[in-house]
């Protein structure tokens, strides 16, 4: 279970950010971690596109304005307003406006084992973790569900919801989740289970995120020639190496910008040449520098306990 922040204290550190306005609105995005393991993101995107990631955590999300447009699993789909988004942890999808008006939208990112030990008290006896096949659904009631719950996590709001309220809708938002919308029967998701391989090329790279990696090093610690280690990795994880491998880098930079690092250790800490190098891989991941990403963060925010 979770853990929230007690009152008094700041609810993590806050990022408000907005890009170089085009022809009309500019494109904005607010990040926040709410406890270990817990972020919420909102963004009002009117052009922005994002290329092909995965997050490892689940991400749940509600469609407040506009419409949003992305692939995923071979599949097109176009989220929009009223409607809920969901994406399983490592799950490869892109994103981009479907409307003229672009999309605004409010996400929430939960930590596998987290959002487990919610699940888990619905179900003691069940095993695994949820999985969603469809990544988009009609839930009106969800819908004002998560949206309330994401208000109540805002940090201007910490101080008028008691933890009593929030913990209580945290757990009727994942029951109502998994039981509504996870695949039935459940489908065990555990990750981590790609074929052994791959799995052991993915710790290679978490161990190594400053490094400078060759394709020559993975296929010597797997044993299989070049091109059969790009087919494997590719066929289990939807992105070719070198791909999976810099997202694992700027999810980890994100992490420590959060965390109040400096964004030349960042940088120096994930293998990217200079503040200017992450700044351009940050920049097309998410829409924004680290600059502007941390610029507004709160400085007096302590370290949230586990």
Not at 44 to 50: L, Q
Not at 228 to 244: M, N, S
Request: contains cysteine; charged residues 20%.
């Amino acid at each position: 279970m979770y853990q929230a922040p007690q009152h008094g204290r700041a609810a993590g550190r806050l990022s408000t950010v907005a890009t170089r306005p085009r022809k009309t609105a500019p494109e904005t995005a607010r990040h926040w971690r709410v406890a270990d393991g817990i972020d919420l993101f909102e963004a009002d995107y009117k052009h922005f596109t994002f290329p092909k990631h995965s997050h490892d955590y689940y991400a749940f999300g509600t469609i407040l304005n506009g419409a949003e447009r992305f692939m995923t699993r071979g599949t097109n789909y176009v989220a929009s307003r009223g409607q809920l988004l969901m994406m399983n942890p490592m799950q490869v999808h892109d994103g981009g406006p479907a409307s003229d008006d672009g999309y605004n939208y409010q996400i929430m990112f939960i930590a596998p084992e987290i959002f487990g030990n919610l699940v888990s008290e619905i179900s003691p006896k069940d095993v695994g973790l949820p999985f969603f096949g469809n990544c988009v659904a009609n839930d009106p009631d969800l819908h004002l569900q998560l949206q309330g719950l994401h208000r109540m996590f805002r940090p201007e709001f910490e101080q008028t919801t008691s933890l009593l309220e929030r913990d209580s809708q945290m757990l009727y938002s994942a029951a109502r989740l998994a039981l509504r919308h996870a695949d039935a029967p459940p489908y065990v998701y555990h990750p981590g289970s790609e074929d052994k391989r791959v799995k052991a090329v993915i710790d290679y790279m978490a161990a190594h995120l400053d490094a400078n990696i060759s394709l020559d090093e993975l296929a010597t610690l797997t044993g299989l020639s070049r091109f059969h280690l790009l087919r494997v990795f590719r066929a289990a994880t939807g992105q070719p190496p070198h791909a999976y491998f810099n997202h694992m880098r700027l999810r980890r930079a994100k992490r420590m910008l959060f965390d109040g690092s400096s964004i030349a250790d960042a940088a120096a800490a994930t293998g990217f040449s200079d503040q200017s190098h992450l700044n351009r891989h940050f920049k097309g991941m998410w829409g924004v520098s680290p600059g502007a990403f941390i610029a507004n963060l709160d400085q007096t925010s302590s370290k949230i306990p586990k």
